[in-house]
T-cell receptor, first 116, second 109 residues
Framework: KAGVTQTPRYLIKTRGQQVTLSCSPISGHRSVSWYQQTPGQGLQFLFEYFSETQRNKGNFPGRFSGRQFSNSRSEMNVSTLELGDSALYLC???????????????FGEGSWLTVV | EDKVVQSPLSLVVHEGDTVTLNCSYEVTNFRSLLWYKQEKKAPTFLFMLTSSGIEKKSGRLSSILDKKELFSILNITATQTGDSAVYLCAVYNTDKLIFGTGTRLQVFP
C-alpha cells in the first residue's frame, strides 16, 4: 500500500507570493491533517479535514488555508508568504474517522518550503 | 495553555546502552499519547497509549503511560546506530495533536 504522498517535495518562493501544497492520503484514509515543522517551534497542528469538511484548525493566521476533495486528496495554501513561513509542511492521514476514533496518523515525507 | 515537554533535549550514547526518554504533558481533555521516530524524513509511528500502566512493546522499544502523574516514558534497550533519530511525543485532546519538541538521540558505535 502506498504511503502518504506529498508534492512538491522542495520549493523556493519569494516573500509576498502564494504557494499550494498537495497531499494524497493512504488509500482508504479519509482523514487528512497538516502540520508545520520548524526548528524553533517544532511540529504544530495546522488543520484537519474529514469528508471534505474542516474539523479543527490550529492557531495560524488566515493566510493558511486548506481544502479536501471528494477523493480525500487535500491541498493547503499559504498566501502572502513571509520569511517565517519557511518550514517543513507535513501531511498525515488516518483511517476511519481519524484520530478522534482512536486511530493513529501516518505522515508523508513533507514539503520543504523556503521563502526568500 | 496545553503543552507537551520532552526531556532530555539531546542524548548521546554508545551502542548497547539502554535509554529512557521522558514526556510530560498538561493537556485538557486528554485522549491519547503517541510516540514517533523521525529521521531525516517522515515521522514514523511507534506507539499509541491510552490507558495507564499498560506497557506496549515492539522489539527493543517499550513505552508506558501514567495518567495520574501525566507522563510517559519510551525505553530503548540494546541501542543500535539505527536508533539515532529525533523521538517525538504527541498528545491528542479532542481537537488536535500537540507535539513536544522532541529528544534527539545519537547512538555511536
Amino acid at each position: 500500500k502506498a504511503g502518504v504522498t506529498q508534492t512538491p517535495r522542495y520549493l523556493i518562493k519569494t516573500r509576498g507570493q502564494q504557494v499550494t501544497l498537495s497531499c494524497s492520503p493512504i488509500s482508504g484514509h479519509r482523514s487528512v491533517s497538516w502540520y508545520q515543522q520548524t526548528p524553533g517551534q517544532g511540529l504544530q497542528f495546522l488543520f484537519e479535514y474529514f469528508s471534505e469538511t474542516q474539523r479543527n484548525k490550529g492557531n495560524f493566521p488566515g493566510r493558511f488555508s486548506g481544502r479536501q476533495f471528494s477523493n480525500s486528496r487535500s491541498e493547503m495554501n499559504v498566501s502572502t508568504l513571509e520569511l517565517g513561513d519557511s518550514a517543513l509542511y507535513l501531511c498525515a492521514s488516518s483511517p476511519g474517522s481519524g484520530i478522534s476514533s482512536g486511530n493513529t496518523i501516518y505522515f508523508g515525507e513533507g514539503s520543504w518550503l523556503t521563502v526568500v | 495553555e496545553d503543552k507537551v515537554v520532552q526531556s532530555p533535549l539531546s542524548l548521546v550514547v554508545h551502542e548497547g546502552d539502554t535509554v529512557t526518554l521522558n514526556c510530560s504533558y498538561e493537556v485538557t481533555n486528554f485522549r491519547s499519547l503517541l510516540w514517533y521516530k523521525q529521521e531525516k524524513k517522515a515521522p514514523t509511528f511507534l506507539f499509541m497509549l491510552t490507558s495507564s500502566g499498560i506497557e506496549k512493546k515492539s522489539g527493543r522499544l517499550s513505552s508506558i503511560l501514567d495518567k495520574k502523574e501525566l507522563f510517559s516514558i519510551l525505553n530503548i534497550t540494546a541501542t543500535q546506530t539505527g536508533d539515532s533519530a529525533v523521538y517525538l511525543c504527541a498528545v491528542y485532546n479532542t481537537d488536535k495533536l500537540i507535539f513536544g519538541t522532541g529528544t534527539r538521540l545519537q547512538v555511536f558505535p
